[in-house]
């Protein structure tokens, strides 16, 4: 059993991940606008591969490397993307991450469920700082980093290789004492739930 909080806004749960997800992922991030845009993402998006990321939630968790969350459509509980901090605990920093469905663009929801994970990491987690990276390529990740109160910090010009190319980062971050001067809007300031997960082979 994980003990991993939930958190619920006005139109999502953000929960923990289970094995019976994992078609549910492969099918949503097996699309390549997802996967040319994220700096790990398989693709193609094959069998197994599903459940291999799913198992290591747990441990990660625990352990107090990352916290991953399913993010859900809070009416249907419909699975629409992923939404991931890593955490290191020596400088208490956080590098938030996420991908979104493409049927599910355009709806606000990557805002929605990054504002929670940001309040998450402060109120929480109790981090000093939370950063997040995006492809130059992809501005549209940079709106929701600055959505959320993030601060451009710069350009990390070929600092990754993907698929062949090399591709420019930009660099966003907010610290704590900035996230508390923050406006967070009603609408999307979490309540902490807990999600039960069947133990594995149950």
Not at 55 to 60: G, K, P, R
Request: net charge negative.
């Amino acid at each position: 059993m994980t003990d991993q909080p939930s958190l619920k806004t006005e139109r999502l749960i953000l929960r923990p991940f289970s094995l019976e997800d994992a078609e549910r992922v492969r099918k949503l991030a097996g699309a390549r606008e997802i996967a040319e845009n994220t700096a790990t993402m398989p693709h193609p998006y094959e069998e197994g591969m599903a459940e291999e990321w799913i198992s290591t939630h747990e441990d990660l968790y625990t352990q107090g490397q990352n916290v991953h969350f399913a993010v859900c459509l809070n009416k249907t509980g419909e699975l629409i993307g992923a939404i991931d901090i890593v955490i290191n605990k020596d400088h208490d920093r956080g590098e938030l991450g996420y991908w979104i469905g493409i049927p599910y663009w355009n709806h606000g929801y990557c805002t929605e469920a990054a504002w929670a994970v940001i309040e998450y990491g402060f109120e929480v987690l109790h981090l000093n700082r939370i950063g997040a990276i995006h492809f130059t390529r992809n501005p549209a990740s940079g709106r929701v980093m600055e959505k959320i109160g993030m601060h451009f910090e710069g350009v990390r010009r070929q600092e990754m290789k993907r698929w062949d190319e090399y591709v420019d980062i930009a660099s966003y971050g907010i610290l704590r004492k900035e996230y508390s001067l923050l406006n967070v809007k009603e609408w999307v300031k979490p309540t902490l739930i807990h999600w039960e997960i069947q133990p594995k082979g149950m």
